[in-house]
C-alpha cells in the first residue's frame, strides 16, 4: 500500500512537471522578439516592467527600455520628472539649427497586451511645430515649470495647463537668463538658419549645449557654458596680448559654470547671473548634493591623440575659482598650446586641481547623487554616465562620496557595463543624462541609440539564461567583396571618425566591420545604415570638430561613391 501510495504521488508529481513544462514552453515560444533602438527584445523577459535589455549590470539590478528610435526619439539627451508622475525629455534632432523639442513620456495600462508587460508607454512631443535649436539641459521648479537650456537661452515653460492639465503644444517660452548669448562667442552663430549653416566650422562653438542644475530650494540655478573651442587654438578671438585665453578670462565666460539667482517666492525672477567658477571646457556632467549643496562637476577633457590622455576630472565648484582650461590638464601637465607660456608650478599654484581624475575619453555627461531606498548598493554613491566611445566609455560607473558629497576615491565600480555591440543584442551604449524617478529607479538616455532606459531592482542580465542570445537570423560573416568595398575608405575613417569611435582604430576591414554590426551597419536594411545616411546627408564628421580634424567639405566627393559602393555590395544576397 506504501508502495502504491508512492507511485500515485511520483505519477501526479511527473504529469504536474510535465504540464507545467509544457506550459512555459509554450509561452516561451510563443514569446515575442522585437527590435528596439538595436535591442533585441524578449516580450516575456522584463526588468521591473520593462522588456529588459542585454547588458551586464551590478548585482540586482537591470535596465530595461521605456522608449526608443520607433517611438519618435533621435537623440535625447537629459530628462526630468514631475510629481505626477510625467518625465520631460529633451531631443535634440541632430547638432543642428532649429530641430529640437521636448516629450512627455509616461506609461498607461495595456488591457490589450498579450505579453506579461501590461503597460505601454505614450510619448507627447510638445513642440511638433515650435522647435527649439539643441535643447540639452531639463529642470523642473516646485511650480511645474519646465526650464530647458539652449545656446542662446535658459527658457522657461509650463507644460501643462493649470485648469484643464492638458498638455501644452508649442507652449510660450520666456526667457530666463541669456546674458552669456552676449558673448563674441555667441551671439551672431544661433541668430538664425542661415547665420548657423554658413558660419565657417572653425568658427562655430565645438561647446552649444547648456546644461541645468539647481539647489534644493530652487533659487539657484548652475548652467554650463561650455568652451567655443577644444583647446583655445582656434576661434572668434583665442589669446590676449599676455597669451591669456579670452574664451575663459571674459567677463561673459564661456569654459565656465555659472550661477543664476532667483527670487525666493513662485515667481522666480531673475535676480543675479555671473560666471561662478571658470577654466572648465565643458560641464554636461554637473549636480548639486541635495542636502549640502556642493557642487561638482565632470570635465570632458580636450581631444588629445593618446588613448590615455588627458584624463577626465571631478572637481568640487568653488566660487572664484579657475580649473585650469586650456593651460592645464590632467594631474598638473601643460597643455600642448602652452608649453612654454605656462610651467607646471603655475598649474598646480594657479589653477584649483581636480578632486578626483576619471579615465581618458571616458566623456561623463550624466552625474547625479544616489540617495534612494530602491537600489541601496548605490545609495549615498555618486553616479557618472561615460558617453565616450573609446575603450573608457559606454558604461556607468559609481563613486564613493563623504557626508558633504565629496569623492573619496580614484577607484569606481562599474554599475552598467558589458556595453559593446553585438549585432541582434544590442548597440554600443551611449549613456548621457541620469534622473533619479519618483520611484528610485534611475533614468537613462542614450542620445546614439535613441533610448529611454531604467534601471530598477532585479535579476541582472547576465544570469538570466532567457536573455543574451543572439538572433539566429543574423548575418555575422563578410565576404571578401565586402570587406574589399570597405578597404578604400579605411583612411578616411581613421583620420576623420576616429575621435569619437574608437572601433575605426582596428587593423582590418573584417575587424571593422564586426565592430561596426549593431550601431553603423544595419545588416538587414544596409540603406538606413546611420554610416550611409549620415555621410550622405554630410552631417559626419560633426561641424564642430572638423577644423580639429582639417577636414575639407571636398572630400565627400571622394568618399561618397565608395561609400555607396559598400552599402550597395553589402545589399547583394
Sequence with gaps: MKNCKNKTITWVFLKTFTFVFVGLSFLKASAEVIQKSGYGLDSQVLCDGLP??????????????????????????????????????????????????????????????????????????LFPNKKLTMPGGIIMDPEGRLYVGTPTA????????????????DPVT?????????????????????????????????????????????????????????????????????GKCLQAESPLASAAVWKVQLSPDSQRKTLKAAP???????????AVHPETGLVIQGENGMDLPSEDWPFEELNVLN???????????????????????????????????????????????????YQSDLLPSLKN????????????????????VNEKGEPTSNQYEEIVYGWEAQDGLRPRGAPTGLTVLNDGSILVLDDK??????ISKGQPAQNNPSIGKPNSNT??????????????????????????????????????????KGTMLNLSSPWESSFWTKLNSRQMPPEMIRSTLHFEASEYDKILPQVENFIRALSKP
Design 276 to 286: 561662478f567658477a571658470r577654466g572648465l571646457r565643458n560641464s554636461m556632467a554637473l
Design 52 to 125: 529588459q535589455i542585454d547588458v551586464k549590470t551590478s548585482a540586482g539590478l537591470c535596465v530595461g527600455l521605456l522608449a526608443g528610435k520607433q517611438d519618435g526619439l533621435k537623440m535625447p539627451r537629459y530628462a526630468v520628472q514631475s510629481k505626477d508622475g510625467i518625465i520631460y525629455v529633451t531631443e535634440m534632432g541632430g547638432w543642428a539649427f532649429d530641430r529640437g523639442r521636448v516629450y512627455a513620456i509616461y506609461e498607461v495600462e495595456d488591457k490589450d497586451s498579450g505579453a506579461l508587460h501590461k503597460k505601454k508607454t505614450v510619448v507627447i512631443n
Design 449 to 454: 541609440n535613441g533610448a529611454v532606459l531604467r
Design 174 to 242: 520666456e526667457i530666463v537668463f541669456d546674458d552669456f548669448a552676449k558673448s563674441i562667442f555667441r551671439q551672431d552663430e544661433y541668430k538664425n538658419a542661415k547665420n548657423y549653416n554658413l558660419l565657417d566650422s572653425q568658427h562655430k562653438n565645438k561647446h552649444p549645449l547648456l546644461q541645468l542644475v539647481a539647489n534644493k530650494d530652487f533659487n539657484e540655478i548652475y548652467v554650463n557654458i561650455g568652451a567655443p573651442s577644444d583647446d583655445c587654438g582656434v576661434g572668434f578671438k583665442t589669446l590676449d596680448e599676455n
Design 381 to 400: 554613491k555618486l553616479l557618472v554616465s561615460w558617453h565616450g566611445y573609446q575603450k573608457n566609455g559606454h558604461r556607468i560607473v559609481a563613486y564613493p
Design 475 to 516: 548575418k555575422h560573416d563578410f565576404s571578401e567583396v565586402i570587406q574589399k568595398a570597405f578597404e578604400p575608405m579605411i583612411p578616411f575613417v581613421q583620420k576623420n571618425c576616429v575621435m569619437c569611435h574608437s572601433q575605426f582604430q582596428r587593423g582590418s576591414a573584417v575587424e571593422i566591420l564586426n565592430e561596426m
Design 319 to 369: 566660487e572664484g575659482a579657475h580649473y585650469g582650461w586650456p593651460y592645464c590638464h590632467s594631474n598638473g601637465l601643460v597643455a600642448p598650446l602652452f608649453v612654454g607660456k605656462v610651467t607646471p608650478a603655475d598649474c598646480a599654484r594657479k589653477y584649483t586641481m581636480p578632486k578626483i581624475f576619471m579615465p581618458a575619453h571616458s566623456a561623463p555627461l550624466g552625474l547625479i547623487y
Design 154 to 169: 535658459v527658457l522657461r515653460f509650463d507644460p501643462r495647463d493649470k485648469i484643464s492639465g492638458k498638455f501644452n503644444i
